[in-house]
Every structure is written in structure tokens, then in C-alpha cells.
């Protein structure tokens, strides 16, 4: 499955922005879809994860009431909603996807990033 990822940009602290993943080739029927993100210097971070058809979704502990993880099955799209943004959530964000397991910093399939800044 081919992922793209957009909607990243630069943003005030407090403020709010929406990463959304679509698919240009296939579709995302069946996969564990999720968000990890990383920072200059620092390694992968897992962000948040949702399972297929969606039922189940799980946050890291740093974004767990700020961010909101969706999908739409229809038009084969997963969502990151972040609000109340933080300078530590500056990273570039990665969409990712697996077959077999809920995502993970090892999943099996990912887009290109898109940049997230958070200014203080």
C-alpha cells in the first residue's frame, strides 16, 4: 500500500492542526493504521494507532487527550486531529500501516512525513 501523508505546517503552542493519510495506491481495508512522529535527533515515537474497521485506537501517554486518531472506510483516509499543540510535539509526523499488528515503530508500511512546528 502506498501512503500519503499532509497537513502538517507551523503553528503557534495552543493552536491546532489536522494530518490526514490517504492511500494512492489500493486501498486501506484491513490494516492497522497509526501516526508516529520524530523529532530532530531523536528517535521514532509512536503516536497513535487505530485497528480496522476502527473500533479500537490508542495514544501515547505525551498526546492522550490532545490528539484524536479516525478513519474513514470509505474514502480510505486516517486522520490525526492535534490540539492544544506543544513545542515538544515539533516533529515530522509519518503515517503508517500494518497487516498483521497494530502499528508500531516497525510497521510494515509507511508514507513520507509531513513536518509538524509548534512555535512557543
Known amino acids: 500500500v502506498q501512503l500519503q501523508a499532509s497537513g502538517g505546517g507551523l503553528v503557534e503552542a495552543g493552536g491546532s492542526l489536522r494530518l490526514s493519510c490517504a492511500t494512492s495506491e489500493g486501498d486501506l481495508s484491513y490494516y492497522y493504521m497509526g501516526w508516529i512522529r520524530q523529532a530532530p535527533g531523536k528517535e521514532r515515537e509512536f503516536v497513535a494507532g487505530i485497528s480496522w474497521p476502527g473500533r479500537n485506537v490508542n495514544y501515547a501517554d505525551s498526546v492522550r487527550g490532545r490528539f484524536t486518531i479516525s478513519r474513514d472506510n470509505v474514502r480510505h483516509t486516517v486522520d490525526l486531529q492535534m490540539n492544544s499543540l506543544k513545542p515538544e510535539d515539533t516533529a515530522t509526523y509519518y503515517c503508517?500501516?500494518?497487516?498483521?499488528?497494530?502499528?508500531?515503530?516497525?510497521?510494515?508500511?509507511w508514507g513520507q512525513g509531513t513536518l509538524v512546528t509548534v512555535s512557543s
Open positions: 503508517a500501516a500494518d497487516r498483521a499488528r497494530p502499528v508500531t515503530t516497525r510497521a510494515a508500511f
